[in-house]
């Protein structure tokens, strides 16, 4: 075959083609737009956690602070402390995840995400204003903040909202709706699961599959949620996450399952046990 290209020409084209091929490295080592800086997790205790995502947004979860036994002081005692929140989750109406999420709302004057028939008995019975609720459902998703998705998904359990009566002083009980788990994106693309309060259901493979989480925060203190066994089973069977996080153990006599049970249980996985303390932080 005969070279059409004299020397120069060859040297010019070849100049060309390594600089496009180091434009494409470099478009696709880059951060996308939004990217910079780590995400944060910091467990308040229970299934309560703030965090901080790539662009510094503050994202509140379950928030039983005030009332929460393994909160730590410094939030327990002063409610504000917690910072300015951005975005507020709640994921069911029992005590220990919608804690203080009313007050939350009206400090920072931002709505509270959650379940529809969470929602509104908060605001009919004026526990929370009309215009600081925002109400969902599974599978729905929002984009309560830029660069951030939030995407409800099922969760196996019950919901029931107890209230105090200023009319009476007494405490009623009001159904609360179908407790959610939450899918939530960061602006990088960093995905997290915070499961809420969940047994077992075969579906937890879906919901691997179809949104593809990075993190998963998972409820381990049976009783109320899966036990240690039953969480490592759902883990390494059907969500197979890069890293887990337990939670929803160590603050309730009802809920006995053990960060050490958890981690037997996980003997052999690859996949990486995140354990925190209450009051620790972790980044990604």
């Known amino acids: 075959m005969k070279n059409f290209l004299s020397k120069g020409s060859l040297g010019l084209l070849l100049a060309a083609v390594l600089a496009c091929a180091s434009s494409i490295s470099g478009a696709q080592n880059a951060a996308p737009a939004g990217a910079q800086g780590k995400t944060e997790a910091l467990w308040l205790g229970q299934a309560g956690f703030r965090i901080k995502t790539p662009q510094g947004k503050m994202i509140l979860i379950d928030p039983w602070i005030t009332g929460g036994p393994k909160?730590?002081?410094?939030?327990?005692?002063?409610?504000?402390?917690?910072?300015?929140?951005?975005?507020l989750l709640v994921t069911h109406a029992h005590v220990d995840h919608i804690?203080?999420?009313?007050?939350?709302?009206?400090?920072?004057?931002?709505?509270?995400?959650?379940?529809?028939?969470?929602?509104?008995?908060?605001?009919?019975?004026g526990i929370l204003p009309a215009d600081l609720g925002h109400r969902f459902?599974?599978?729905?998703?929002?984009?309560?903040?830029?660069?951030?998705?939030?995407?409800?998904?099922?969760?196996?359990?019950?919901?029931?909202?107890?209230?105090?009566?200023?009319?009476?002083?007494?405490?009623?009980?009001h159904p609360a709706g179908e407790p959610m788990g939450y899918i939530i994106e960061l602006e990088n693309g960093f995905k997290i699961w915070h499961m809420g309060d969940t047994g077992l259901?075969?579906?937890?493979?879906?919901?691997?599959?179809?949104?593809?989480?990075?993190l998963v925060m998972?409820?381990?203190?049976?009783?109320?949620?899966?036990?240690?066994?039953?969480?490592?089973?759902?883990?390494?069977?059907?969500?197979?996450?890069?890293?887990?996080i337990p939670m929803h153990y160590n603050s309730n006599p009802m809920t006995k399952g053990t960060l050490a049970e958890f981690q037997a249980a996980m003997q052999g996985s690859n996949i990486k046990i995140i354990p925190m303390t209450e009051g620790e932080t972790v980044q990604f």
Do not use: C
Request: no cysteine; hydrophobic share 40%; charged share 20%.
């Open 137 to 173: 459902n599974k599978t729905g998703r929002v984009t309560p903040l830029p660069g951030v998705k939030v995407t409800a998904v099922q969760a196996e359990h019950s919901s029931l909202l107890v209230w105090k009566n200023p009319a009476t002083d007494k405490m009623e009980s």
């Open 218 to 244: 998972i409820p381990i203190g049976g009783n109320f949620t899966m036990a240690p066994d039953d969480a490592a089973f759902a883990l390494r069977t059907w969500i197979k996450p890069k890293m887990v």
């Open 99 to 125: 804690g203080d999420a009313p007050a939350v709302a009206k400090m920072n004057n931002i709505k509270l995400y959650g379940p529809a028939d969470m929602v509104t008995p908060l605001t009919t019975l």
């Open 71 to 87: 909160t730590p002081p410094m939030y327990k005692n002063d409610l504000a402390a917690i910072g300015p929140i951005d975005l």
């Open 201 to 214: 259901f075969s579906d937890m493979k879906f919901i691997s599959e179809h949104y593809k989480p990075d």
